[in-house]
């Protein structure tokens, strides 16, 4: 197995397809013959719910007893906490316990690291691990960057998307600054986009205006679609649900485009080795 990538997706605005994201990039990842692990790391839990996990109060290990145990120096087993998804993929759950453990985390030594922790030892079993974040750049969402190789970074293709983008920018810059020097960002992902209109491609010139010079914007665009809201509500992915749909194939393309970006890095880093 080659070495395990984690991604972050992460904005703090809601409402623009995070966990959507996360849940149909994983799937897609998997389609291609990678091991996949998604982690759920909103106290929401809605990627948890999203894959059929509906009880999450009665859930016995989770994302926040993870977090916990490394905190209070506590042996941690991550696989303890992995639930099996139809669609072969995996999945570290998330509960409203994730806010106290937030709060906890605030005095605690390892309080930026802490995730990253919790979860080394079990990287060893996946090519992919996705983070869902909350919509907040909270201590847990720092975790989360702390815990990553890469951010992408769905954004609503309306009016007002890119409001807050230059504060999430900083937060990742300085998480890679003191914490994370290997954190990089994949790019932007233009989601929910209504093609009948012009404003996806205002919205992306937009975007291409202000941050094409230092963030990359991806290819892919994934369109509005109602079937997408009602396979989340299945517990099923789009591919499952709808695999014809619009929604499938455009996040089929977005994992084709994430391993191709995948390579080029390795490609890079092996040359820059090369030239040492």
Known sequence: MSE?????IANQKGGVGKTTTALS???????????????DADPQGDLTTYMGFYDQDNLPITISTLIERTINDIEVNAQ???LHHHEGIDLIPSNLNLSMTEVNLLNAMCRESAMKNS???????????????????SMI???????ADQVIIPVQSQYLS???MGNLLKTISKVKKQINDKLTVGG???TLVDKRT???KTIKNELEENYGNIVKIYDTQIPVAVKTAESTSKGKSIFSYDKSSSVAIAYSNFAKEVLSSEGERTKNALAKGYSR
């Open 198 to 200: 012009n404003l996806p």
């Open 188 to 190: 932007i992902l233009l």
């Open 141 to 147: 969402t720092t975790n989360a960057l702390a815990s």
């Open 119 to 137: 979860l080394s030892e079990i990287k060893k079993n996946y090519d992919f691990v996705i983070i869902d974040c909350m919509p907040s750049l």
């Open 80 to 82: 303890e906490a992995v």
């Open 162 to 164: 890119a409001k807050g």
């Open 25 to 39: 990039l994983g799937v897609a990842l998997a389609r291609e013959g990678k091991k996949v692990l998604l982690v």
């Open 4 to 8: 395990c990538k984690t991604i972050a």
